[in-house]
């Protein structure tokens, strides 16, 4: 993959276009308006308010920058690349580790690193699992490699981006 694309799936890009707006038509205008008052205070040189309306305006600028930058470089995973044998990005795989005295059946979709969300299962294409998973198919047993390597079973494999 192009070292400047940005692995997004299609409910992540608008997600980032949401940001995006939110910080160009709601956050600006706001951090605007605080400059404006804190500049009506008279001197700057002392003036905390003013002081934390510009880092405040520097942080929304450098995030809208950061959300042009993905967005001009996104490669979405789409369905029509799917190939439901194999676990790619974009695919929502079910696994048993097998280092467990009792497995259960765990979910885990394997998005580009910018979406990440481990607390609701989604893992980024970088991480160790993934990395072991990805190529692989149903029922195939994968090592996992990380300092205490251990085993998992790939289940299913479906498409959810």
């Not at 993959?1 to 205008?29: A, Y």
């Not at 989604?122 to 198919?137: D, F, M, Q, T, V």
Request: charge should be negative; charged fraction near 35%.
């Amino acid at each position: 993959m192009d070292k400047d694309k940005v692995l997004l799936t299609k409910s992540g890009v608008e997600k980032l276009e949401e940001e995006r707006d939110n910080l160009i038509n709601v956050e600006r205008p706001r951090v605007i308006e605080e400059l404006q008052l804190a500049r009506s205070q008279g001197d700057l040189s002392e003036n905390a308010d003013y002081d934390a309306a510009r880092d405040k305006q520097a942080q929304i600028e450098q995030r809208i920058k950061e959300i042009e930058y993905m967005l001009q470089n996104a490669e979405i995973i789409s369905e029509e690349q799917m190939d439901l044998n194999v676990v790619k990005p974009g695919t929502t795989v079910t696994i048993l580790d097998l280092s467990l005295d009792d497995p259960e059946e765990e979910k885990y979709t394997i998005v580009g690193s910018f979406e990440t969300d481990p607390v609701n299962g989604k893992i980024s294409n970088e991480s160790p699992l993934a990395k072991a998973l990805i190529g692989h198919g149903v029922n195939e047993i994968v090592t996992v490699g990380v300092a205490e390597a251990y085993d998992v079973k790939i289940v299913d494999i479906e498409f959810t981006a």
